[in-house]
């Protein structure tokens, strides 16, 4: 309402504008009246709210799309479960050292539902030039809850996160698919905030596409990273392992929906039904990757 | 959306208090909704004279850009009786009416100006933001000492003053990876602050959290305000923008958001008129990657090593890039805050962050062609003569 009233006197303000103009000029510079929407638009480039560009994303994925297809032969199921509109915060299972679940899930959403995926994730990567750059044009985005909140509540945006934090890539492949803690379950407080649903996925295929053997943890120190793992890829390929992946077969699965029965915009939620949610959803995934794996007959092949 | 909604409901539930015509009744023309945008200072006369809250009122750093400027607004306002201005420095724009007053760097004799004068409203706009105009220990005096002394004689016992408006800047947010794209005017800094300016303005913020909780009768306004922009303020982006080429750092481009110089006079005006309380970030909508302003500018940028930044400083100092180690972690992260309190407070920028640029530039090159022209520049001595001396002979309705 205060809105309309802005509006009306607005429209008053620019007809008497029309005739004082002149006397106006010589003591502060005063601005013409027009309004930043009446304005032309003089941005150059299509980078959004968020850093993200689709021109990029469009790059992106016409790069990606052969890896995806004929690499990782990526395949779906239950991709209905996520809603072509509406908010909803999507989480997954993290691994491999340089994790290559995020860019599947991201590319195969977009691509599918054709609407765009926010990540959040952790903020080392801002802080490396060129990556951070990348990144953040991809539709990666510091994990803070409120840049979740307000793509989830306000801009109805699907976000993607990985509760386990950098402790999914970085656990060695003999606890392959056993997942690690939830965080403190920040994720589900954020779902809460923002009245939208979780969405758990689980990804079969990105353990094996590079396996951490041991972490060299003194190197890590060193350099500020989270995590300095060799990988099984390393010894194989060389230089080239550090960055090449192996075939290993990705299978997505989308599992049902968790909506809550609490309401949304609360400063704080009851600690007991965070956690209970929280722990419920990481079983959920869980359950469904040891039945993927029950029935998966080839790591290459599926 | 919920929680929007209540914040709007805040603002106008307590603009309410203040006397103000309440907000949002669809009320008819001759009173004036909250919902009004700013007057332009010349044609106050049409809706708002009569109305202002604030009849007296002192403006701390008269002869800062945004000081001479709010009391050049403030003077179109035939309802202001009276308009004191302090500084260190002669103001160095037009002002007609504006008592100036020269005073020391730490405002020590602030309070008996304030009780002399009688003054419902303070607009402490002294603050220092650019840490490239003077030396840590400079800015401490005048950022801290000054506030603490001009709250001080703001809540001696008896005061008269009712309003008390706060200029900061969103630099109190700070800069570092871990921030959200967005901060909303409660979103707490992600790293504890460790520069000079930074703490200067969180300790600045402090004084006016007590203050406010102390005098509940003063309505308290801060505005923080974003990247400044425009052809006349300075600040060290507008230098690097109006070098042949701008640097950057290299594989860093961070987005940033920007305010039009008129934008922030017009935002001091609307929360004075208005008495909002609270605090309020200014910056125009939208952020823009640091090429892409380059590029609005018609210019390249030259990526700088991005590590080792301190070290080069001195040199490109002398290549006449002069950019603080705040504005080097900015060309790192940038930074962007949530400007929707105060829309929905009812005032509507006239640029966005991409207009503002686009302004600054196209106003500059134009001056560039200009100058050397005979423009006339403020003296306040002479103005004075022509004003008062009895030799001049006025026209007798002056």
Known sequence: ?302 | MARKKHSQADVAGEVNQSGETPAGTGTPAESKPVGTPDKKPAKSSDVSAGNHPNKRVLVTGLGSFWGGRVAQALEADPAIEVIVGLDTVEPSVELERTEYVRVDANYSILARIVKATQVDTIVHSFLVVDPTQMSAKAMHEINVIGTMNLFAAASAPGSSVRNVLLKSSTAVYGCAPEDPVWFTEDTPRTRAPHRSIEKNLNAVEGYVGDFAEDNPHVNVTTMRFSNVIGDEIETPLTRVLKLPVVPSLLGFDPRFQFVHEDDVTRAILFALQNRLPGTYNVAGDGLLPWTEVAAICGKRTVPLPPFGTSLMAPGLRALGVDLPDEYMSLLKYGRGVDNRKLKDAGFRYEYTSAQAVQAFIERTRLKDIMAGGTEYKYERDVEQFFRQSPAVIRDSDG
């Not at chain 1, 239950?78 to 809603?83: F, H, R, T, V």
């Not at chain 1, 060799?230 to 049902?256: E, H, Q, R, S």
């Open chain 1, 1 to 302: 309402m205060a809105r309309d009233a802005s509006a009306k006197s607005e429209s008053q303000e620019n007809a008497i504008s029309g005739q004082d103009t002149t006397d106006s000029a010589d003591l502060v510079h005063v601005p013409s009246g027009e309004l930043a929407d009446e304005r032309p638009n003089a941005r150059i480039t299509d980078v959004d709210d968020w850093g993200r560009s689709e021109q990029m994303r469009v790059l992106a994925r016409r790069v990606y799309d052969p890896i995806y297809r004929r690499w990782f032969r990526v395949e779906w199921e239950g991709l209905e479960k996520i809603p072509t509109d509406g908010g909803a915060l999507l989480v997954a299972n993290h691994a491999a050292a340089i994790p290559s679940d995020a860019p599947a899930i991201m590319h195969g959403i977009e691509t599918e539902l054709e609407r765009p995926v926010y990540g959040l994730a952790d903020n080392i990567f801002r802080s490396m030039p060129v990556i951070g750059t990348m990144w953040s044009r991809l539709g990666g985005l510091p994990a803070h809850p409120d840049n979740a909140y307000r793509l989830l509540s306000e801009q109805n945006q699907l976000v993607l996160v990985f509760p386990e934090g950098s402790k999914g890539p970085a656990k060695p492949f003999h606890r392959r698919y056993q997942l690690g803690r939830f965080g403190r379950g920040g994720f589900v407080e954020i779902a809460m905030r923002s009245g939208v649903p979780v969405i758990p996925i689980a990804a079969v295929g990105p353990e094996e596409s590079m396996p951490t053997l041991f972490q060299m943890k003194g190197l890590a120190k060193s350099l500020g990273l989270p995590y300095a793992p060799v990988t099984a890829n390393m010894l194989a390929m060389g230089p080239l392992g550090i960055l090449g992946y192996f075939p290993a077969k990705f299978k997505l699965k989308v599992l049902d929906p968790v909506n809550f029965d609490v309401p949304p915009d609360r400063e704080r939620y009851s600690r007991f039904k965070v956690m209970e949610y929280s722990e419920a959803i990481r079983e959920q995934i869980q359950q469904a990757l040891y039945e993927m794996l029950r029935n998966r007959e080839s790591v290459w092949f599926g």
